[in-house]
C-alpha cells in the first residue's frame, strides 16, 4: 500500500510562511489525483488543495491565493507552499492520494502539525 510520510510543519509567527513535503513510496504522482487536507483539533479534516493527473489545481477558499500545490514525480514529493499564515490555519497537515476522483484517499499518515502563533 502506498505510503505518505509529511514534513515541513512548525511553529511560524502569523504572516510567516512555510513548506511542507510529502514523500510518496512510490511512483503515482503523475498517475492519481494527489491532495493535501488539514485537521485542527475539535474538528474534521478538510482538503486543503488538490492537484489533478492533468496538473489542475483546486484550493479550498479559506486558502486561495495563500497556499501552492505542487508535485515532483521524479521525486516522488508533493509540496505544499503556505503563505501568509493565520492562526486559523493551525492543524495537522496530511497528504494523500486517489486514482479517480470516486475512489476512497488511501491509508493516511502521520501528518505534519503546523501551529501559527505569535
Known amino acids: 500500500q502506498v505510503q505518505f510520510v509529511e514534513s515541513g510543519g512548525g511553529l511560524v509567527q502569523p504572516g510567516g510562511s512555510l513548506r511542507l513535503s510529502c514523500a510518496v513510496s512510490e511512483s503515482i504522482l503523475s498517475r492519481y489525483i494527489m491532495g493535501w487536507f488539514r485537521q485542527a483539533p475539535g474538528k474534521q479534516r478538510e482538503t486543503v488543495a488538490s492537484i489533478t493527473t492533468g496538473g489542475s489545481a483546486n484550493y479550498a477558499d479559506s486558502v486561495k491565493g495563500r497556499f501552492t500545490i505542487s508535485r515532483d514525480s521524479a521525486k516522488n514529493t508533493l509540496n505544499l507552499q503556505m503563505n501568509s499564515l493565520t492562526p486559523e490555519d493551525t492543524a495537522v497537515y496530511y497528504c494523500?492520494?486517489?486514482?479517480?476522483?470516486?475512489?476512497?484517499?488511501?491509508?493516511w499518515g502521520q501528518g505534519t502539525q503546523v501551529t501559527v502563533s505569535s
Open positions: 494523500n492520494a486517489r486514482r479517480n476522483w470516486g475512489d476512497s484517499w488511501g491509508r
